[in-house]
């Protein structure tokens, strides 16, 4: 298994302890201290090259939950693992109890995550070329050459013409700046891509050749997906399995055909429905 998640929570706010028991489907605001539980206690399981769809309406917890995955936010409980990170003993080992310096060369190389925003994934002081090298720089590769040949090559591959390299991110549509993401976040190959509502305020134009383009990059690549999106024609077009998330809990996983054809709780039944 890539990725597991063990009982992974995430409370904001001074929590009374209790949080996690007094939350959960029916709301995530604990009645006792107001501390709101964005994850209570989510266990998930992805492998490699396998493409997970977290689905659920806003402040459900999708998004905090990928943050999570990827450091952004600090976790409240639980336990991460991700292959091939163990400790003295051979054992499998916690990422969350690494080490800073491990902690950053983990999500440097083997994660990499796409931003709804351009602004939270891109550096606009920087060109297009830029973005992409500084990733690549996380690999230690130090060889300009090598470098500028890499950052060229993924430009490329998102469909980019060679000769805007080194424009600056602000010079291009929004669009453009998401495929950017795309190459900088495939630049260190990584085993396992984060999408974070990928394709939100883009014409739908442009989001069916965004969508196709990851789809293309991850089967020739063969890295691993989570996909979070409000959007159920994102999962059905990019996802295998998916999970619905509601008040920071997850109420229905399953084959993403399944749930969308066949949904079997009230919720996610409420959300294709409300889709259709």
Aim: with cysteine; charged share 20%; proline share 4%.
């Amino acid at each position: 298994m890539l990725l597991e998640l063990e009982a992974v929570s995430k409370i904001f706010g001074a929590s009374c302890g209790a949080c996690l028991d007094l939350t959960g489907e029916p709301g995530a605001i604990c009645p006792d201290c107001g501390s709101v539980v964005a994850v209570n206690r989510v266990n998930l399981k992805v492998a490699e090259g396998e493409v997970l769809g977290v689905v659920g309406e806003s402040g459900s917890g999708k998004s905090t939950l990928l943050q999570l995955i990827y450091q952004d936010q600090p976790v409240t409980a639980g336990r991460i693992f991700f292959n091939g990170i163990t400790n003295q003993e051979g054992k499998r080992q916690d990422i969350l109890t690494l080490p800073a310096t491990h902690k950053a060369r983990l999500r440097n190389r083997d994660m990499s995550m796409i931003y709804q925003n351009p602004h939270r994934g891109l550096n606009f002081n920087f060109s297009a070329g830029g973005n992409i090298a500084e990733k690549i720089l996380d690999t230690n590769e130090r060889s300009y050459d090598t470098i500028r040949s890499r950052a060229l090559h993924f430009f490329t591959k998102i469909e980019m013409p060679p000769t805007r390299l080194d424009d600056y991110p602000d010079a291009f549509s929004g669009g453009q700046q998401q495929r950017i993401q795309i190459a900088k976040a495939l630049s260190s190959s990584p085993r396992l891509l984060l999408l974070d509502e990928p394709t939100t305020g883009l014409d739908v134009s442009v989001q069916a050749r965004i969508l196709d383009l990851i789809k293309a990059l991850q089967r020739e690549m063969g890295f691993a997906m989570v996909v979070v999106s409000h959007d159920l024609g994102v999962i059905n077009h990019l996802t295998d399995l998916t999970l619905v998330m509601k008040s920071g809990c997850l109420v229905e996983y399953g084959l993403t055909d399944q749930i969308l054809e066949d949904p079997q709780h009230p919720y996610t039944q409420l959300l294709v429905s409300s889709k259709l």
